[in-house]
Nanobody
Framework: QVQLVESGGGLVQAGGSLRLSCAAS??????MGWFRQAPGKEREFVAA????????YYADSVKGRFTISRDNAKNMVYLQMNSLKPEDTAVYYC?????????????????WGQGTQVTVSS
């Protein structure tokens, strides 16, 4: 059984930083990703990383501000978020699966965490 547990969310002022963590247990998969969902909006891709080689992918809206990383030995994935904006406010979800190229597609991931709230005040 796969379990993903996110942590690190909170309230921060615009321009501030937060670091999200996701602890994975059970089976391991090739790809770990971060998605987010704001009230009244669909869940959207934020970032993803492959376990082998560490290739990373980012949504255009966060490129240059967010950094995804993983520690395979600890089965952890992180999302360092800098220069946060009010529009980054959302529930952030960690996801994992054997995803090759559709890393930006929500339906490509079967396993999800419960989410952690990030609120950026202006």
């Amino acid at each position: 059984q796969v379990q993903l547990v996110e942590s690190g969310g909170g309230l921060v002022q615009a321009g501030g930083s937060l670091r999200l963590s996701c602890a994975a247990s059970g089976r391991t998969f090739t790809t770990m990703g971060w998605f987010r969902q704001a009230p009244g909006k669909e869940r959207e891709f934020v970032a993803a990383i492959w376990s082998s080689g560490g290739r990373t992918y980012y949504a255009d809206s966060v490129k240059g501000r967010f950094t995804i990383s993983r520690d395979n030995a600890k089965n952890m994935v992180y999302l360092q978020m800098n220069s946060l904006k009010p529009e980054d406010t959302a529930v952030y979800y960690c996801a994992t699966d054997n995803v090759a190229f559709a890393v930006r597609v929500t339906s490509a991931y079967e396993y999800w965490g419960q989410g952690t709230q990030v609120t950026v005040s202006s």
